[in-house]
Each structure stands twice: as C-alpha cells, then as structure tokens.
C-alpha cells in the first residue's frame, strides 16, 4: 500500500538526508585534505639553489607570531615571499603530532601520528637521506633532545617516537650526518666510541664545540639551550651555516622546539620569549642567504599547538596565558616564508608534504 507522507515528514527526510550527506562529505575531505591543495611545481623556474635552511617553529602558528608582533617586528614577517599549510596526518580525525607532520615535511608522505620517516613497516626516504645521497652535507639543531620527533624524522626512521634509544642508535650509525646539535645525552654518553673516529667528533659543551677540528661532529648537551647570550639557537646556526658551507651545498634543519612545549603549557612569556630565540636563528639564517644567493631559507612550523586566540584590543596585559584555548595540537594552518631561489613560485596554499616535493625541486 502507498502511503503518501505529509508535507512536514518530506521536509523532515529531506533534512535527514542532507544532514547525512553533508555528514559523509565533510569525512571525506578530511579524510584527503591534501588533495584539495596539491599543486604542480612544474612552474617553478629556479634552479640556481644548491643549499636549504629548513627552520622549524614547533607549535608555531599565526596567532603566536601576532603575538610577538606586537611587542616588535619578527625577523621572519620580513620575508616577503610567503604560503599558508595543512597539517593533518593520515587520521585527520585528531591534529597531527610534530612526528607525523616532521614526517610530512621530511618525506612529502602522509602518515599515523607517532611514525618517524616509517610507514606500513618500510623506513621511507627523507630529504636527510636524498641530501646525503646527492653529496650534500647535512646538519640538524633542536632546542630539546635529537632523538625527539622533528630532528628524527630528517636522520632516523621508525615505528614510534617513543624508541627514542634506537632513534639514537641510526643517528649514530648514519655517517652521512655532518652536524647534530641538540640534547640527548642519555641517549648518547655511553656510545662516544661509536660516534669518535677519524673525521667525527662526540661534544657535550658549546665550548667543546667551537673547539672541534673535526669535519663532522655530534653536539649533545646536558644543559639548555637558552635564548640569550653566547651560547643561543642563533650562534648554533651560525656556527652549523659556517662548518657546512661547501661547494656542492648542503642541507640544514634547525627547530625552535620549545615553542611548543610552553604552548603545551599556555605559558605566554616563556613561549615568546623562544618564540624570540627562534626569530633570532632565522634571523642568522637569513643574514647567511643574503650573502649566498644559491641559499633558500625556509620558515615554518609543522602544526599549531594551545589554539591561541588574541583579543581585538593587544598590550602588554591582554595577551597573557588566558589567550591559549587548548593544551594539545590544533588542525589549523601554519605559516610559511621562504627566500632566496624558488621563492617566488610559491602558491598561496600548500600541504606540508608540498614542502618536500619543493625542497627536491630546488636542490636535487
Ligand atoms: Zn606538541
């Protein structure tokens, strides 16, 4: 028998459906996010860039940028050239963590949160591994332990972040690493013969450091690095910019990974002032560039961490730990400058696996 329905149960069904459907096609975008922005790099029309400064603001999104912005001009909102990234891992349904987005960047390859470089049991290629293949120096700088997910991604692969003893073990075993400067001594300390030998150096002290003869070397402080004075990220840089400087180029990564950290922690000074110390590496980076046009500097971040809100009115006392809305990681874009060749191809969106794909194009 066929029923008709009333006007209001048709309304009702339409609704439902809608609902429904709308329901499915927001999963899948999110499901394939970076489909929506995949572009072609067939355009870009540089080649003249033999060496990359990748620098990395864990945690560091727009808002924390405008933030220090209105205590003074950060360094980076000087370059002109600049782009806007997605961040999500492979299960969008929650943000990325920094070893899925390190990952992104590092290999242009999606993966699980917690993957270092490795997915569906196979180490995948990282832009560490091409540079070395490509005869590239390569060198890596954090703020917080080698062995943690951003550093990892670019000279380890593995299943989980949490090996951290055997992510210190490949990074030991890859002779192709010419500079590794961070924390981690644990990880390091009863392994200095494995590192020592003809041309590697094992360090624990900025001073030791500066002291090296040594073509490669392995900078694994006990202490902090701290944002001010001799011993800064901006010296480190300084000093990788100046050891792996070659004529056939080289590849360096640098983190600011406290960043996040006092995100984590909705702890605004502390999160400016390494937000600062940050600035100031790409500060050293771009000076670097300026005087060495096959350099191409990048500045990014590989998710947002605290969901940080500012108010309409900013001093001194609006912006405060009140302004961070979350302690976890945020889906929202990240920023992205870049100078130096291929600069100006860059569109105004991108993935962060696009990062890869336009880091290979510049230099292999
Ligand atoms: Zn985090």
């Known amino acids: 028998m066929i029923k008709t329905i009333s006007k209001k149960q048709f309304v009702k069904i339409v609704l439902i459906s809608l609902a429904v459907l709308s329901v499915i096609a ?26 990359v400064i990748l620098l990395i603001g864990d945690g560091m999104g727009f808002n924390h940028i405008e933030a220090a912005s209105y205590f003074g001009q950060p360094v980076m909102t000087s ?16 943000p ?31 832009l560490g591994d091409v540079a070395v293949e490509n005869g590239k120096k390569l060198g890596v700088i954090t703020t917080k332990p080698v062995t943690d997910a951003t550093p990892a991604a670019f000279t380890a ?9 055997e992510i210190a073990l490949e990074q030991i075993n890859n002779h192709g690493i010419d500079l590794l400067i961070g924390q981690g001594k644990e990880y390091f300390e009863n392994y200095a013969q494995l590192i020592i030998n003809d041309k590697r150096d094992y360090v624990t002290s900025f001073e030791d450091l500066l002291q090296s003869q040594k073509e490669k070397v392995y900078a694994i402080f006990d202490e902090d690095i701290p944002c001010e004075g001799q011993f800064t990220l901006a010296a ?12 056939d180029g080289f ?5 600011g990974a406290k960043i996040d950290t006092y995100s984590h922690d909705n702890d605004m000074d502390n999160m400016l002032e390494q937000f600062w110390g940050f600035d100031d590496a790409v500060s050293a980076a771009l000076d670097y560039a300026k005087d060495n046009p096959h350099v191409t500097v990048i500045v990014t971040a590989d998710h947002e961490t605290g969901r940080l809100d500012l108010p309409k009115k900013m001093d001194r006392d609006t912006i405060n730990d009140d302004c961070f809305n ?17 600069a100006q191809d860059v569109p105004e ?8 794909r336009l880091i290979c194009q510049l230099l292999f």
């Not at 692969?157 to 003893?165: G, V």
């Not at 480190?236 to 004529?247: G, M, V, W």
């Not at 590849?251 to 983190?255: A, Y």
């Open 157 to 165: 692969h593995n299943k989980s972040r949490r090996n951290q003893k």
């Open 251 to 255: 590849f360096l990564m640098v983190e």
């Open 326 to 342: 979350g302690g976890g990681h945020t889906n929202r874009e990240v920023p992205f400058f870049i100078f130096g060749p291929g």
């Open 349 to 356: 969106k991108m993935d962060n696996t696009d990062i890869f």
């Open 236 to 247: 480190l840089t300084s000093y990788a910019l100046d050891k792996l400087q070659c004529e």
């Open 79 to 94: 370059i002109e050239n600049k782009s806007s990234i997605t961040t999500r891992s492979t299960l969008p349904i929650w």
């Open 26 to 51: 927001v999963s899948l975008l999110m499901a394939f996010p970076y489909r929506l922005n995949r572009q072609s790099y067939g355009a870009f029309t540089e080649d003249s860039a033999n060496s």
């Open 96 to 126: 990325t963590d920094s070893a899925a987005a390190a990952t992104a960047i590092a290999t242009g390859k999606k993966v699980f949160n917690g993957r270092i470089a490795w997915s569906n049991g196979k180490n995948l290629k990282s």
